[in-house]
């Protein structure tokens, strides 16, 4: 513990690290703490009295303190310095503090330093200006000490003194040193100074004792709006905002005080911190109803939560205002309008602001490449980086972070692994836990388990396999890979596991489907002080899901929703399509019921699986309206339309969403080529279906054997039998029973028996115990009259006692899925069912 009773002889032992926490592109950076400067205070050059020429007639030193308190820039300072030297200001008490005080301001640190070790004489003025130099430069140790030095000096300690010292608690010391302060400032008798006071509710607000703050603002005798502020900033930094929100309304009520500008922006800001984002704008809106007009700095907080809440039209709002009150010079206001645009879409008008109005630094070069790569716009990214590379700005690890993850959220992992190579062989460049964890994610999706354990080699060299997200990262790839032992191991490794690290394993377990061992492991969670989050339940769902236990996907939605946990967007898109395979109609309806009221009907992902899982539930109505309701349409809700359409023989709609997708600019895969040409085979259009085939090429889209499968049905439906058998036999794919089947059923409708049987006997030999081939053969006897041939088929059936596999239907009742095949007696109600049936079946036979 720091103790101010006795002077310092060795190194302190609490040392607490300074947290700096920059915006950068949406990600969090960690650097290293700056290393301890000690330094011994030499005594003053001299203690006599300094002489001064008679030039001090002509410039006399408040002349001198007037230029240096408005100068903001070093080489102007310094030149200021040489003329108080050349005038014989040398040894000046009053004007060398004013130097050291513009020194501290312009971040001149050595030069600071410098002047005070070559001062004749120091006074409480000059230590206080040296304390705020090294409080300026984040040494809140070297301040501290600075601070010892100041009582043993000759001299009585000030109120001025106290506002500064207290600053050091939030770097060095903590509450302890901050308790022991304050007893010093009560022996003093400057504990009712306002001006010491409102430092001490500001010193206990940073030191999060916010019982202390309000403590000592009840107690203080006379207070103003800063004691107030103080006390309101504090609670809403520590994200207490109802209670912050309290004290703007006892400011009133007590002091008879009006909350000013100070009190509006802290309460914004807290809200904004905190992801109060519907909170932050309307406390922005009842600002400006009292009379108060934001600045930038109050319009910079409120800009993450416009961006958050995609509100696009606001984003624009508080550009027209940051521009019309000239406020476009601040960069934290350039790079929040830019996140506002990146993350509502609008890279048009992130990059006007970034060309027009940034400074370009790290921050905003970041956030532009986050934004193309969020928007697909993979090529306008890798420009926008290869520009930073040749102004020289291409040593910053978070840029080629950004760009690592922008490939691996793009599925583009050859590239991202590439990226990461790169940075491997850089000497200028460190990989820190993000990259790493960015890299070892490309090598989950990939599979590749060998790459993935060279990087946890990289790890474990830099001494990094024990941090919470790279071994997050690590059990994830072990586990994609299917190594749950080597997931385990690295879960095992890591230090101080969080709930990602956790969530992680639980979500291993869940996609091996060892459900037991997912039990175990939230009750292990649980123990270690981590409460399970939605994403530990969604890692969970999508195990389910994954395993293909719908049913079990369902239930456990529904209690997620029983536990007080609200459902985030994640995991509607996760459930979604239990209900399509599943075909639970009624339940997927829930399940859109829910994403509606969220605001989630209309995302992308969402609206893609929505249409999806109505298709597959045979409502090409409701799919349809599920579509239209998608804000940003992309190639996979296209394709899940024209799949929609294709499934259920909407031919001539599938063929015209088709042709509508390409003059929209969408570019065709493989996919969207099936779902058209699977249109143009229930349209029976086959000129069409030729083009579209022959379109593959056009697009780079190879036809695989289900395309070629599409071609043979096509020409087999209308008649064209000869030319669908000279596609399977020059297509480069071995044809299967799929294909074959296609050619068979056209034959049967054209009545082609050289064809059919060629294709009857290739599936009889490729599926020889199939029942329906030698059926779908007899069918064709009988289409031509070949009744001998039909009666010999039927006799090989029943010889080789072949039965047809019964067809299988289902109901939802009630939630409950109810599954019959022809003859069944498994269903728990099957006597009642039987009896219904019978009764049925007594009425149709008097009916008639």
């Given at each position: 513990m720091v103790s101010l009773l006795e002077p310092i002889a060795q190194p302190l032992p609490l040392q607490l690290l300074q947290e700096s926490l920059e915006f950068r592109a949406s990600k969090i950076s960690f650097h290293k703490s700056?290393?301890?400067?000690?330094?011994?205070?030499?005594?003053?050059?001299?203690?006599?009295?300094?002489?001064?020429?008679?030039?001090?007639?002509?410039?006399?030193?408040?002349?001198?303190?007037?230029?240096?308190?408005?100068?903001?820039?070093?080489?102007?300072?310094?030149?200021?310095?040489?003329?108080?030297?050349?005038?014989?200001?040398?040894?000046?008490?009053?004007?060398?503090?004013?130097?050291?005080?513009?020194?501290?301001?312009?971040?001149?640190?050595?030069?600071?330093?410098?002047?005070?070790?070559?001062?004749?004489?120091?006074?409480?003025?000059?230590?206080?200006?040296?304390?705020?130099v090294y409080l300026s430069d984040g040494l809140f140790e070297e301040a501290f000490e600075c601070f010892q030095q100041v009582r043993f000096e000759d001299f009585d300690l000030e109120f001025f003194l106290f506002p500064v010292v207290l600053k050091i608690c939030c770097g060095y010391g903590g509450i302890e040193l901050g308790k022991q302060l304050h007893g010093i400032v009560m022996k003093y008798g400057f504990s009712s100074n306002i001006y010491v006071g409102n430092a001490l509710i500001d010193m206990y607000g940073k030191c999060a004792s916010l019982e202390d703050a309000k403590k000592f603002l009840s107690n203080m005798s006379v207070r103003d709006c800063v004691s107030w502020n103080s006390v309101i900033t504090a609670f809403a930094v520590n994200g207490m905002l109802s209670e912050a929100h309290e004290v703007l309304k006892q400011m009133s009520a007590e002091d008879n005080l009006t909350p000013n500008f100070i009190s509006w922006s802290a309460l914004i800001g807290g809200f904004s911190q905190n992801g109060y984002d519907e909170e932050a704008i309307e406390m922005l809106y009842k600002m400006q109803a009292v009379g108060f007009q934001p600045n930038a700095q109050t319009l910079a907080s409120v800009l993450p939560a416009c961006g958050r809440l995609q509100m696009l039209y606001l984003g624009k709002e508080i550009h027209g205002y940051l521009t019309r009150h000239q406020l476009m010079?601040?960069?934290?206001?350039?790079?929040?309008?830019?996140?506002?645009?990146?993350?509502?879409?609008?890279?048009?008008?992130?990059?006007?602001?970034?060309?027009?109005?940034?400074?370009?630094?790290?921050?905003?070069?970041?956030?532009?490449?986050?934004?193309?790569?969020?928007?697909?716009?993979?090529?306008k990214a890798q420009e926008l980086f290869y520009q930073m590379q040749r102004e020289g700005k291409w040593k910053d690890i978070i840029s080629w972070n950004s760009m690592i993850s922008g490939y691996v959220n793009n599925s583009m992992f050859g590239e991202a692994l590439n990226m990461f190579h790169k940075v491997m062989w850089k000497e200028e460049i460190e990989a820190d836990t993000f990259t790493l964890g960015s890299a070892l994610a490309a090598c989950a999706d990939m599979g590749l388990l060998r790459r993935g354990k060279e990087i946890h080699s990289c790890a474990i060299v830099r001494g990094l396999q024990t941090d919470a997200f790279v071994g997050g990262a690590l059990v994830e790839m072990y586990s994609k890979c299917l190594d749950i032992k080597a997931a385990q191991k690295a879960f095992d490794k890591v230090n101080e596991r969080d709930i990602p690290t956790w969530n992680a394993l639980i979500s291993s377990y869940a996609r091996s489907d060892e459900m037991v061992s997912v039990e175990c492991t939230l009750e292990k969670m649980k123990a270690d002080g981590c409460d399970p989050n939605i994403y530990t339940w969604n890692g969970i769902l999508a195990g389910h899901v994954e395993n293909a236990r719908n049913e079990s996907a369902l239930q456990l939605f529904l209690d997620i929703q029983y536990s007080g946990l609200r459902p985030d967007i994640y995991t509607i898109g996760t459930v979604l399509p239990a209900c399509s395979r599943l075909a639970t109609l009624d339940r997927g309806k829930q399940i859109h019921a829910y994403a509606v009221r969220c605001g989630y009907d209309s995302d992308t992902h969402i609206g893609s699986a929505l249409?999806?899982?109505?298709?597959?539930?045979?409502?090409?109505?409701?799919?349809?309206?599920?579509?239209?309701?998608?804000?940003?349409?992309?190639?996979?809700?296209?394709?899940?339309?024209?799949?929609?359409?294709?499934?259920?023989?909407?031919?001539?709609?599938?063929?015209?969403?088709?042709?509508?997708?390409?003059?929209?600019?969408?570019?065709?895969?493989?996919?969207?080529?099936?779902?058209?040409?699977?249109?143009?085979?229930?349209?029976?259009?086959?000129?069409?279906?030729?083009?579209?085939?022959?379109?593959?090429?056009?697009?780079?889209?190879?036809?695989?054997?289900?395309?070629?499968?599409?071609?043979?049905?096509?020409?087999?439906?209308?008649?064209?039998?000869?030319?669908?058998?000279?596609?399977?036999?020059?297509?480069?794919?071995?044809p299967d029973t799929v294909i074959w089947g296609a050619l068979l059923g056209g034959c049967v409708i054209h009545k082609n028996l050289e064809v059919g049987e060629t294709a009857a006997n290739k599936l009889i030999e490729l599926e020889p115990g199939n029942t329906g081939n030698h059926i779908m053969l007899a069918n064709l006897y009988a289409s031509v009259g070949r009744w001998g041939d039909l009666t010999k088929t039927r006799q090989l059936i029943n010889e080789k006692k072949m039965h047809k596999s019964p067809g299988c239907s289902w109901i939802e009742d009630k939630s409950e899925i109810h599954v019959f095949v022809a003859c069944d007696t498994s269903h728990q109600r099957t006597d009642e069912i039987y009896e219904i049936l019978n009764i049925l079946t007594t009425q149709i036979k008097v009916e008639h």
């Open positions: 700056k290393p301890t400067r000690r330094r011994d205070f030499p005594q003053p050059i001299s203690t006599s009295p300094a002489h001064f020429f008679p030039l001090d007639d002509l410039v006399n030193s408040s002349t001198y303190a007037s230029a240096l308190e408005s100068c903001k820039c070093p080489r102007l300072g310094k030149q200021v310095h040489a003329q108080t030297l050349k005038n014989g200001f040398h040894g000046h008490e009053f004007v060398e503090t004013k130097l050291l005080q513009m020194y501290g301001k312009c971040g001149c640190f050595n030069d600071a330093v410098l002047l005070f070790d070559k001062m004749r004489a120091r006074n409480l003025y000059s230590w206080t200006a040296l304390l705020n010079s601040n960069s934290f206001v350039v790079n929040g309008l830019i996140d506002v645009y990146r993350r509502c879409g609008d890279m048009g008008n992130a990059f006007r602001v970034f060309s027009m109005f940034s400074t370009k630094n790290d921050v905003s070069y970041n956030t532009m490449l986050v934004g193309y790569f969020e928007n697909g716009e993979i090529s249409v999806d899982m109505y298709a597959k539930c045979g409502c090409v109505k409701h799919a349809r309206l599920a579509y239209d309701n998608i804000k940003k349409y992309n190639l996979v809700t296209e394709n899940a339309m024209l799949t929609a359409y294709a499934m259920h023989g909407y031919g001539e709609e599938g063929i015209d969403f088709f042709r509508r997708m390409l003059g929209n600019g969408f570019i065709p895969d493989d996919v969207t080529f099936l779902s058209a040409l699977s249109s143009c085979v229930h349209a029976g259009l086959l000129e069409t279906g030729l083009e579209f085939f022959d379109l593959m090429g056009t697009y780079n889209a190879k036809p695989t054997l289900k395309h070629y499968t599409c071609m043979v049905d096509l020409l087999s439906r209308t008649g064209k039998l000869n030319e669908a058998l000279k596609v399977i036999k020059e297509m480069p794919w071995d």
